[in-house]
């Protein structure tokens, strides 16, 4: 079975404050994501990542940067994190287009994150 | 761009109800759709996919078919239970490139005993 995994499901910071996101998936995925979920407004897609060390913008990448330093672990980096950052953050991967199942995008359970 | 909507809920249901959340799309050339579903306090799984017009997918007694005439691919299920209550989001991606799937807001089912 895919595992993604995340390095918290709760965290609490303060405006300001430098936080990581920590996303680390078992499968040798070469696709990753991070999304925000917010009620009334779904999903948006944040950052994605095709492979090490590339990074694409998504919807909504203002406030935000990524690494991608290894092909299993894709972190979200908020740089000053404010109040309006506290969210759910979910990762995703998928294996590349053209291969088998390639479409579907295996989730970590999220981190539910508060900014003070 | 790819969109999809999907019915705003919440939606509340008796169990054995027979239920139906509409998604539609809007996407350029031949999408592949789905629908996940996520269970309180947890990440999102698949639930099923459909990849080529006509097709239908189905999975622990919940169906959709992907018609491509009315760019629709409306979730059902013949009878809920309790254990059905969670958020189900309808998704597409097209299939070529390195598409991100593209996500409604989510509709909230709560079945009730």
């Known amino acids: 079975d895919v595992k993604v995994t995340q390095s918290s499901r709760y965290l609490v910071k303060r405006t300001g404050e430098k936080v990581f996101l920590e996303c680390v998936q078992d499968m040798d995925h070469e696709n990753m994501f991070w999304y925000r979920q917010d009620p009334g407004l779904g999903l948006r897609l944040i950052y994605f990542s095709y492979d090490v060390k590339m990074k694409e913008k998504g919807d909504i990448p203002e406030g935000y940067s990524v690494s991608r330093e290894k092909k299993e672990r894709f972190s979200l980096i908020l740089e000053s994190a404010s109040t309006n950052q506290t969210s759910m953050y979910l990762c995703?991967?998928?294996?590349?287009?053209?291969?088998?199942?390639?479409?579907?995008?295996?989730f970590g359970p999220g981190t539910r994150l508060t900014v003070t | 761009g790819n969109s999809v909507t999907q019915m705003e809920g919440p939606v509340t249901l008796s169990e054995e109800a027979f239920l139906t959340i509409n998604c539609t799309y809007t996407a350029t050339g031949y999408p592949s759709l789905f629908w996940y579903v996520q269970y309180p306090g947890e990440g999102l799984q698949l639930l099923l996919k459909a990849t080529k017009a006509d097709d239908k997918g189905s999975n622990k007694g919940f169906e959709a078919t992907y018609r491509k005439e009315t760019t629709s691919f409306h979730l059902e299920k013949g009878s809920v239970q309790v254990s059905d209550s969670a958020v189900y989001f309808c998704?597409?991606?097209?299939?070529?490139?390195?598409?991100?799937?593209?996500f409604g807001k989510g509709t909230r089912l709560s079945v009730i005993a």
């Open positions: 998704a597409l991606t097209s299939n070529s490139g390195n598409t991100p799937l593209v």
């Open positions: 995703a991967s998928r294996k590349p287009p053209g291969t088998e199942s390639s479409h579907e995008q295996y």
